[in-house]
């Protein structure tokens, strides 16, 4: 069974509009067509039948195809009378195959006045019907209005569906349009204008586009890009979702404009006014500053707002602040932050212990944690210096024992816990001292008591 996918390529008729009275006009009709069978081309002879509709013409003939593609001569057979055209310009050609015909049929209107001009007299009548003698045009035909024949430009469906060009089309400097108008496609020097006639790049479109599928870019050469370019102040890029009811809805743009004269490239979330994310060259040195929720960003990176990071910082190479784990600087656990390697300075660079401080620190407790307590002071094999050495040490030496002198602190500073320990030591030391000295004077008052015993006994007895 032939599939009935039949396309008509081209149709001519032979014109011959004489001055001679009665001239002899060819009956035939040069037709072009395409025939394919479940969607593949047909090769070899095939029967095929042409039949005018409602006409008493019709002829079957051999036609042989070549990739579908075959070229007939209608009358060529039986030849097509006069007669046919003579009450109707409206002739439709119906074409056949094995008994199937095919739809639609093929309209050959445009060219019926041929067989009609066999009964002119001169160039002013065709078959009795005035001829207009206006000039006509290059590319006109004469068409009947319904009154007389004049030049007009041809505008007719054709109904051919797809067609196969087998050469090179030349529009001259002409619109291919949809309505004859000077819009729609136009070629020039190797270039295509869409509702533009000077085209200045291979593709040059004069409006609004819409791609439903991809856009490549294949960078094949090393000037290959995609340029937006905007007479105005700036070129945006915008980009659009649709809906659950089709409607296209703005998500985001990409905005290059220009900040006090120096390129910025911004990107815009939803509609809003405040750049996400902002590039500057802010002076225009190709070092562009980054920011974050801020249009003019002063430094290489601006952010207004919280920053929260899981990796590494680093600065000059050297890691900076970690998040992840606790080797690096500055760690993170929970709501904490915490340092375990090198030292830390405030108004010094050349920190010598953990935390060095160059000024005053103002806190409302400081708890200390040393190795250990003056507490052994009170054991019972503590060697507690005697009075009289720790007199001649402070004589000698200006201090006490075990306590660092002034000229340490100015040059070593002081260890807090240490030193607190040291005074609780001799504080401790001194309580000692205290309780061998209250001892001492409860013994002497004894003895003072039994003195004075003593003397008043002996006063009595005389």
């Known amino acids: 069974m032939i599939q009935k996918s039949f396309v008509t390529i081209n149709l001519v008729i032979m014109i011959t509009i004489s001055y001679v009275f009665s001239a002899e006009i060819p009956q035939k009709i040069h037709y072009q067509g395409f025939l394919q069978e479940n969607g593949i081309p047909v090769n070899g002879n095939k029967q095929i039948t042409f039949t005018f509709i409602d006409t008493e013409w019709a002829e079957t003939q051999t036609v042989h195809l070549n990739e579908g593609h075959y070229h007939v001569v209608l009358g060529s057979i039986i030849p097509i009378p006069v007669s046919v055209f003579q009450s109707r310009f409206d002739i439709q050609l119906e074409i056949s195959i094995e008994g199937n015909a095919f739809k639609p049929l093929i309209d050959i209107a445009s060219i019926a006045y041929a067989f009609v001009a066999e009964k002119s007299h001169d160039t002013q009548n065709i078959s009795g019907f005035p001829v207009s003698i206006r000039q006509p045009e290059n590319g006109q035909v004469l068409k009947w209005d319904g009154s007389s024949w004049s030049p007009k430009f041809e505008s007719v469906s054709d109904h051919l569906g797809n067609h196969q060009a087998t050469k090179n089309i030349a529009l001259n400097g002409n619109w291919l349009s949809d309505s004859g108008i000077n819009h729609g496609l136009f070629v020039s020097n190797g270039n295509i204008g869409i509702q533009t006639n000077s085209p200045s790049v291979t593709l040059d479109v004069n409006g609004s586009s819409t791609i439903r599928g991809q856009l490549i870019v294949s960078r094949q050469q090393t000037d290959s890009q995609l340029i937006f370019q ?28 220009k900040q006090n004269s120096y390129p910025a490239m911004q990107l815009f979330v939803n509609k809003s006014t405040i750049p996400a994310i902002t590039i500057w060259d802010q002076s225009n040195n190709q070092k562009a500053n980054i920011g974050i929720g801020v249009s003019k960003p002063q430094h290489r990176l601006s952010v207004d707002g919280d920053i929260h990071f899981t990796g590494k910082l680093f600065q000059n190479g050297i890691e900076y602040c970690n998040a992840s784990n606790s080797n690096g600087f500055w760690s993170e656990n929970s709501n904490d932050i915490y340092y375990m390697t090198g030292n830390v300075g405030i108004g010094t660079n050349h920190p010598t212990t953990r935390l060095a401080v160059d000024g005053i620190i103002t806190a409302k407790e400081v708890v200390v944690t040393t190795e250990g307590w003056a507490d052994y002071v009170f054991d019972s094999d503590y060697p507690l210096m005697p009075l009289d050495d720790v007199n001649q040490y402070i004589k000698q030496h200006h201090h006490l024992p075990d306590v660092p002198d002034e000229n340490e602190i100015r040059s070593k500073g002081i260890s807090v816990g240490n030193i607190q320990t040291t005074l609780l030591r001799k504080i401790e030391e001194l309580t000692l001292y205290m309780i061998q000295v209250s001892k001492e004077n409860k013994l002497l008052k ?12 002996g006063h009595h007895a005389q």
């Open 230 to 257: 905007n007479s105005q102040t700036s070129a945006d890029i915008g980009f659009h979702l649709f809906n659950e009811n089709k409607q296209s809805i703005e998500m985001g743009r990409i905005s290059v404009t």
């Open 446 to 457: 004894q003895k003072l008591t039994q003195l004075e015993t003593h003397i008043s006994g």
